[in-house]
């Protein structure tokens, strides 16, 4: 599916395709009310939580066992969600975004001063994608923000690549589970830097 491009006044408003159901609608909800969630994405399951809510956030890095100096990744289905999190950004650095943009690519970009520290790591950037997922994409429109976006998985693992795997490694942790398929890529998505336009994994 095609995805929709609209105006807006920041010049970049690219918003992906979304889809519905009620399994969408209760896991946006929870995420509303602090929960974390699984879901699928381009590549793997992720976990992910409403990135303003610090016990949120916390308790995915507990989940995972992942040091806090990593940072963490947030998805949106469009831009202006995003756009709190970010500083300004020059033309060329715009430009980079819209041709890749949405899809299974992350970029790191300089974070908004005030953006929360569990968030960025200790550091002055923060790692931002647009999905083309169509389920990724749903939950975000359907809570209404960005979410964090890590993969599915207890650090030194494997990162779950189905509902049942997502299980086996959390078990009843999770508030939600939402099934569905990968967006096709095999692994998670592509980091690049966005001051340099270089690929970093």
Request: proline share 7%; charged share 20%.
């Amino acid at each position: 599916m095609d995805a929709k491009r609209v105006t807006a006044d920041s010049g970049a408003g690219w918003v992906a395709p979304a889809v519905g159901g009620w399994r969408v609608a209760r896991a946006a909800r929870l995420v509303g009310c602090g929960g974390v969630i699984a879901y699928p994405t381009e590549g793997v399951f992720g976990l992910g939580c409403d990135p303003r809510d610090q016990a949120a956030v916390e308790r995915i890095y507990a989940l995972k066992r992942r040091v806090k100096n990593k940072g963490l990744i947030l998805i949106a289905d469009r831009w202006e969600r995003l756009e709190p999190f970010i500083a300004p950004l020059d033309a060329e650095i715009m430009a980079r975004l819209r041709r890749s943009w949405p899809g299974p690519n992350t970029w790191i970009l300089p974070a908004r001063q005030g953006t929360p520290g569990w968030l960025a790591g200790g550091r002055g950037t923060l790692a931002v994608r647009v999905t083309a997922h169509p389920l990724s994409a749903s939950l975000c429109a359907a809570w209404g923000g960005p979410l964090v976006s890590t993969s599915a998985n207890i650090s030194g693992r494997a990162p779950a690549m189905s509902a049942w795997q997502v299980r086996v490694q959390f078990g009843e942790k999770l508030d939600a589970i939402v099934p569905g398929a990968l967006g096709g890529r095999k692994g998670p998505s592509a980091i690049w830097d966005g001051a340099s336009g270089r690929r970093i994994r």
